[in-house]
Structures are given as C-alpha cells and as structure tokens.
C-alpha cells in the first residue's frame, strides 16, 4: 500500500482504489491526490488481492476485511482530526469503493466513484454517504446503459438513484446541460450530507476527467473529459461534509 503524507497533523484520510489489472503507483498517477498531502491529508493507494495481467483486482467480498484492517491501521497511524474517510476508485476500485462505502457508511463520508459506481449493497443506510461519480457514455468496459452482467448489471444512472434512496433523499434526478458533451445529474438537495451527482460526460470513454494517459491507453480507453476535474470535484465534495 503507497501512502502518501502531511508532514504536520492530519485532517482526514483519503483513499484511492486501482482500477482492475492496475496497481496502486498507476492509480497515484490517475487520481492526482497526492498533492492533498499540502493540505494536512494522508492519502493511501491500497492494493487488491487478486493478480491480473500486469495488475491485481479486487475481490469485492474477500477484500472488505483487508480494507477495514487497512483503514484502522491509517487511523492508529496518523490520528486524524476528522474520523470519517474520503473512499475513491476507478473502474474495478469504484466498485470496490461503492461496496465497502455502503457497508461502512459510518466510516467513509465521501464515495468518488470514476467509471464504476454501482449502487449500494445495502437499501438503507445508517448514515448518509456523499456521493460524486463521473461516467463517459462511451465507456466500453463499464457501459453507461449497463451490460445486464454479474460484474455489472444495472445503469450507472439507475445505480446512482439507488445511492439516493439509500441515502433517504430524493430519488427524482435533476439533469443540467452544462456543456454539450457535459451534464450534472443531482438527487438530493446540493451540500446535504446524502446528496448524490453524477456528471456525464457524453463521448468520453473508460478515463478519470482531468486525467491525461500515454497514447496507447488513449486508443483502448478512449476519450478523456478535460470539461471537468473528478479530483478537484471529490475535493470539493469532500469540504462539504
């Protein structure tokens, strides 16, 4: 596990999840948060557990017992002031992140979802969880209109809305066009606690918007969305709660 941090007190933990057939140094690169160590945060890239290809995948049920051991040990470690965690991840990490946020809400105060957030494991949650996800209509891996898969089944629209019952706010989305490739989609009332937004980035393809990538991952991944920051919105979501 890297573990980037402050050289002073810590304000709160962040940790980011690597995407399937990636590893932590790839998703420290990706995810840009390292600089939030400026800023009094402790950031982690953990690793999952299972090998592929050049990377390792995370096994969604096996893998919660290593997260919940990895989050006491950062919180034994640096003591941070604000106990409640920032949980991120792309791709096959976003499904890991959706899964373990929803088991632990009272743990993580903001989910960041990249191309793959799925809805939550539980219907209800004990604590509302905050919710920012970004997805490209063009993502061939994790298809925004959903594939009707085990690995993923339902839309990220649908999975969003589940997010939002969970969180006992409004389930009825407001859509905003904020560009014509780029839209908000809201279900709770903005800043509130439980308040979920998925921006979709219309073209854009399995990529973390703001993220540059070498070419070759460009030809395979697709386009990448330079309207929006995913860093900077988690950031700024995470100053909200």
Known sequence: MLVAAPGGPVSFIALSLHGSRSAPDREAFLSRMEPWTEHGVAVAFPQGSLPSGRGWEWDLRGDVAFLEAAVAQLREEFRPSRPQLCLTGMSGGARM????????????????????????AAATLSRPVRVVAFHGTSDRINPFAGSGTDRWDESVRDAAGAWARANDVPSEPREEAVSSTLSRVSFGPDGSPGAVTLWVSRGAGHTWPGSRLPLLYRLFLGRTSFEIDATAEIWKAMGQT
């Open 97 to 120: 992140a959706s899964r373990f946020a929803s088991l632990h809400p009272d743990d993580v105060a903001v989910l960041g979802a990249v191309a793959g957030l799925r809805a939550p």
